[in-house]
């Protein structure tokens, strides 16, 4: 019977996620469904705990995961809908997708977006893998602090320094110079690699603590210099884990909004801030097809992630 | 005895070449910056926004170093009010996440082993979507709704960007707990609540902290959500920084505000890493 009732609360869920399209049957639906999602708590309840010990871990935790996707179905669901208006399912079409190719601001945002995460994450995985043999094998004492700091920072902090330190520091001091500098791409990039070395990091290090030191040592005494020690021993061990990390600062590259929105100045625009605009000023599909399109690369991105080094998808801590 | 110290020297060197770069980048594009924002939190803003010189260019500039800034803020309630408001905001946040959190967690740590990486997976899926599309997402949502620019959606779409961030230490926590502990309060006579409240709960506080810490310090900084979702009331602390910064222009005040806001998350952050140990302690 327990079974049965989490059933039923599938059913309303589904019923739920129906009622966003519904327009004029939106609310009856949704009465429906709730009146169903308490049918099935009560069902679950008056039937013998034996069924299933289980149950109500399942029916709160369905709950969640629907809370999770539901609002993004709903996106992807009406970047196909052939309506103005987020607001009923008319019909199917591309045209969205079509006039996001024909956007020249949108095409070089995306130029931009891509542009900036590669360079930002090459070199975040190069200063953050050094970062992190550093922390792990020679202890050092001062890094932990500087490179961990950014990540746990609310990003709006690391965005308003730098853009002081950027117009107010390095742009008077390198005018001095004859270096004329000002915010845009090159600041973006900066500002993208000093919050990516710190996760690059502590993926780094996660993978050096589970080896066994002794092998490094065997290196050591078989004659190896530290750089053979690294390019034949330590390197090839730790790849995946900077592979991961370099898709990780790819990833948190292209979809930062923040740290980017306080970095860019105002000629430069990447996905994430276009994205801003639009929802700010005028709501089309048009954001809903660029938001899937971007939630397909970063989906491919953790795939792979999770392909090369599984244990980065095992929490945060 | 020379190979030894050749060796020695080799060591530190590349021990110098490896922690340098980093430590470099670091110091300019983190530590710096964030030292000249505790400057510039003391200093007079320009006459066209940014920051006043340090030494006057003409007579009767306001040039130099004031404590101004934080006279404004410790003399002005309503200054206070919004950092309360944040905390609040934050606080209801932590909570709802918690609630929501903690059977998603105990479901996949009591789950089999070999589906435990699949449900995580499903947890951290949605969350590699933009940050922005999961914002648009509840305006789509809510706008047909007429729930649009309030409190609560402000609330809701800041439990829905910060809740995988609470579930995944929980899990973490719980996946280690031993199931012969919940064996022995039943056979004890425990029932399934006070085998919740008596064993697992107080085990799994260090993981709660953690995740507290991970949803609480960046919706304390957030300021999109509520210039999307919220009203002019909902206004946290992360919005006057970014109005001070880009709208008034008035750096030092701004600057002022990051270094409160600074000083809160550290606040934060060192009563949550006391908490998780002294549960620990316990446990």
């Known amino acids: 019977m327990r079974r049965l009732a989490l059933v039923i609360e599938v059913v309303a869920i589904a019923i739920l996620f129906a009622s966003v399209f519904a327009g004029a049957a939106r609310y009856p639906l949704m009465g429906g469904a709730t009146a169903l999602l308490a049918g099935a708590a009560f069902l679950g309840w008056r039937s013998p705990r034996r069924s299933m010990p289980g149950f109500w871990l399942w029916y709160l935790s369905l709950l969640v995961y629907a809370f999770l996707y539901l609002p993004l179905a709903i996106v992807v669901v009406f970047s196909f809908n052939n309506s103005k208006l987020n607001a009923e399912w008319v019909g199917f079409t591309l045209d969205w997708y079509h006039r996001l190719m024909g956007n020249a601001d949108m095409l070089q945002a995306a130029g931009n977006s891509v542009l900036i995460a590669l360079t930002a994450a090459a070199m975040a995985t190069i200063l953050g893998t050094m970062a992190g043999i550093a922390i792990h094998r020679y202890k050092s004492r001062v890094l932990p602090g500087m490179v961990f700091t950014p990540v746990a920072m609310p990003e709006i902090l690391l965005g308003v320094s730098l853009l002081v330190f950027f117009l107010n520091t390095a742009k008077p001091a390198l005018a001095s110079v004859g270096v004329e500098f000002d915010l845009g791409l090159a600041t973006v990039i900066i500002a993208h690699i000093t919050f990516c070395i710190g996760f690059v990091a502590i993926i780094v290090r996660a993978r050096l603590a589970g080896m066994d030191e002794s092998i490094f040592e065997a290196a050591r005494d078989l004659g190896a210099s530290p750089w053979q020690t690294f390019r034949l021993v330590t390197l090839p061990l730790i790849l995946p884990g900077v592979i991961a990390g370099a898709l990780m600062a790819f990833t948190l590259s292209i979809d930062d909004f923040v740290i980017t929105f306080f970095t860019s100045g105002l000629g430069t625009k990447t996905l994430p801030l276009e994205i801003y605009t639009m929802i700010k000023t005028a709501v089309t599909p048009e954001v809903n097809a660029v938001s899937t399109l971007l939630m397909l690369l970063t989906l491919a991105m953790i795939v792979i992630a999770g392909r090369v080094a599984p244990e980065v998808l095992r929490g945060k801590e | ?283």
């Not at chain 2, 050749?6 to 910056?33: C, E, K, M, N, Y």
């Not at chain 2, 996949?108 to 990486?117: C, E, G, L, Q, V």
């Not at chain 2, 809160?264 to 009563?271: D, P, Q």
């Open chain 2, 1 to 283: 005895m020379t190979s030894r110290a050749d060796a020695a020297r080799a060591h530190g060197l590349t021990r110098w070449l490896v922690s340098t770069p980093p430590f470099v980048f670091l110091l300019l594009f983190f530590a710096i910056p964030s030292l000249i924002m505790v400057v510039a939190s003391f200093r007079f803003p320009g006459e066209f926004g940014g920051l006043a010189p340090l030494v006057p260019t003409r007579p009767g500039e306001e040039a130099g170093l004031t404590a101004e800034n934080y006279e404004v803020f410790f003399g002005d309630w309503v200054y206070f009010q919004i950092f309360l408001k944040s905390f609040g905001v934050a606080g209801i946040t932590t909570l709802i996440c918690l609630v929501m959190a903690y059977p998603v967690a105990m479901l996949i740590a009591r789950s089999p082993k070999r589906h435990r990486d699949l449900m995580v997976l499903l947890v951290i899926l949605p969350f590699a979507s933009n940050f922005l599309v999961r914002v648009y997402a509840w305006m789509i949502i809510l706008g047909p709704m007429d729930l649009l620019f309030s409190r609560f959606a402000v609330l809701l779409s800041m439990v829905y960007v910060h809740l995988p961030f609470m579930i995944l230490p929980l899990y973490t926590n719980l996946e280690k707990h031993d199931p012969a502990l919940l064996d022995a309060a039943q056979d004890l006579g425990a029932n399934g609540w006070e085998r919740f409240w008596r064993v697992t709960f107080p085990l799994s506080l260090p993981g709660i902290f953690s995740g507290s810490a991970l949803v609480f310090i960046p919706v304390l900084g957030m300021f999109a959500i509520p210039e999307i979702l919220g009203g002019k009331d909902d206004w946290l602390v992360g919005n006057m920084i970014k109005e001070s910064f880009l709208g008034t222009r008035d750096w030092p005040f701004g600057s002022m505000l990051s270094i409160m806001l600074t000083l809160c998350v550290l606040g934060v952050a060192a009563m949550a890493a006391w908490l998780a140990a002294r549960g620990v302690k316990r446990a």
